[in-house]
C-alpha cells in the first residue's frame, strides 16, 4: 500500500503547499492594493461612498477624509479583512447591489466563458499543432504557421470587434452581444449557447497561436529525436510512430503554456466580456475601475489571484501527472 501511495506523496504535498500559501498570497496581493490605492489621484472618501457623497455637505466629508488618514493603510486593510472573514464584503457603488450578490450573478457567465474558451483553445492548439508538425515544410505548414504568428500579435478586443462586425453585422448570423435575447422569457440554453459562440470563439481564438506553435515546435523536435529515429528503424507503423514518438512529448510543453496563459486568459476575456457585453465579472472590473468603486474592485481582485493560482495549481498537476518524473525527485 505504502508503495502504491509513494508516487502520490511530491505531488499531495505540492496541492497541499500551494493551497496553504494561497491565503498568504491573498493577504500579500491585497495589501498592496490597499497600498496604491492610497496613492491613487483621487479622493478614497469619494470613491468608498460613490454617489452617496452627492448628499453630504463638505464638514462631513472633511471628517471622513481625516478619520480616513487617521486609520492608516494597515488598519484599513485590517479593517476591510474584519468585514470580509465574517460574510461582509460591502456594497458596489457601480453596480448599486451587494459584492456578494454581484459575484454570485456575474461569476458562473465568466467562468463559463474561460472554461470553453480554454477547452476549445487547447483542444484546437493540439490537433493543429501536431498536423503541423508532422507535416514541416508543406503547403499548410507555410500558410498557418505565419498566420498563426500574425493572429498571436493581434489583441483579443481588435479579434472581438472584427467578429462583431463581420459574423454579426455583415453576415447576420450570430448577436452582437449578451448573453441572452432581450425580451426573452427566462434563460433557454439554446439561446446562451448561440450568443456564447461569438465571445468563446474569439477569446479561444486569441489563445489558439501559443499551444498551437509550441506543439508544432516540439512535434518536430521529436521527429528528429533518437526516439523517432530508432522506431522508424524497427519498422513502427507510421501513425504509431508520429502519435506516440512525435506528439505526445509535446503535451510536457503543452500544459506548462497552458499554465502560462491562465493569467492572459482572464486579461482576455476582461476585453471580450467588455466587446460582447458578456455579463461576467470581468466587464464588472472594467466598470468599477472606470466608476472607483473600490469594494467591488478589492473583491475581484482577490477572485482573480485565486482563479491565476488554482489555475496555475491545474497546470503544474497535469503536467506531474502526464510526466511522474516530474518531482519525483521531491520525495
Excluded: I, K
Excluded at 523536435?221 to 504509431?240: H, K
Amino acid at each position: 500500500m505504502d508503495g502504491a501511495l509513494s508516487p502520490r506523496r511530491p505531488l499531495l504535498r505540492l496541492v497541499a503547499w500551494r493551497l496553504a500559501a494561497l491565503p498568504v498570497l491573498v493577504a500579500a496581493v491585497t495589501l498592496l492594493m490597499f497600498v496604491l490605492a492610497q496613492s491613487a489621484p483621487f479622493d478614497p472618501v469619494l470613491a468608498l461612498l460613490g454617489e452617496r457623497a452627492l448628499t453630504m455637505d463638505g464638514p462631513t466629508l472633511e471628517e471622513m477624509r481625516a478619520r480616513y488618514e487617521d486609520a492608516g493603510q494597515l488598519g484599513r486593510w485590517l479593517e476591510w479583512w474584519g468585514q470580509v472573514l465574517t460574510g461582509d464584503l460591502g456594497a458596489s457603488t457601480s453596480q448599486r447591489a451587494p459584492v456578494a450578490t454581484v459575484l454570485a450573478q456575474r461569476l458562473p457567465w465568466t467562468l463559463g466563458l474561460m472554461a470553453a474558451a480554454l477547452a476549445l483553445a487547447v483542444a484546437t492548439g493540439l490537433a493543429l499543432g501536431a498536423f503541423l508538425g508532422t507535416r514541416p515544410g508543406s503547403l499548410a505548414d507555410r500558410v498557418l504557421g505565419p498566420g498563426l504568428l500574425a493572429l498571436q500579435a493581434a489583441p483579443p478586443f481588435w479579434l472581438g470587434l472584427v467578429a462583431v462586425w463581420l459574423v454579426a453585422v455583415r453576415w447576420g448570423l450570430l448577436p452582437t452581444g449578451g448573453a441572452t435575447t432581450p425580451g426573452a422569457d427566462g434563460v433557454a440554453v439554446g439561446d446562451v449557447l448561440r450568443h456564447a459562440v461569438l465571445p468563446v470563439g474569439v477569446l479561444a481564438l486569441s489563445q489558439l497561436p501559443w499551444f498551437a506553435l509550441v506543439v508544432r515546435d516540439a512535434t518536430r523536435d521529436a521527429l528528429a529525436g533518437p526516439a523517432v529515429r530508432g522506431a522508424w528503424a524497427r519498422g513502427v507503423p507510421e501513425r504509431r510512430v508520429l502519435l506516440a514518438h512525435a506528439v505526445r512529448p509535446a503535451l510536457l510543453p503543452l500544459v506548462t503554456v497552458v499554465g502560462v496563459r491562465v493569467p492572459e486568459l482572464v486579461t482576455g476575456a476582461v476585453l471580450v466580456e467588455a466587446v460582447f457585453s458578456w455579463p461576467g465579472v470581468a466587464a464588472a472590473t472594467v466598470e468599477s475601475a472606470l466608476r472607483l468603486d473600490f469594494a467591488l474592485l478589492a473583491a475581484l481582485t482577490v477572485v482573480t489571484t485565486v482563479l491565476v493560482v488554482l489555475g496555475n495549481l491545474a497546470a503544474d498537476v497535469v503536467y506531474r501527472l502526464v510526466d511522474p518524473r516530474v518531482g519525483a525527485a521531491d520525495g
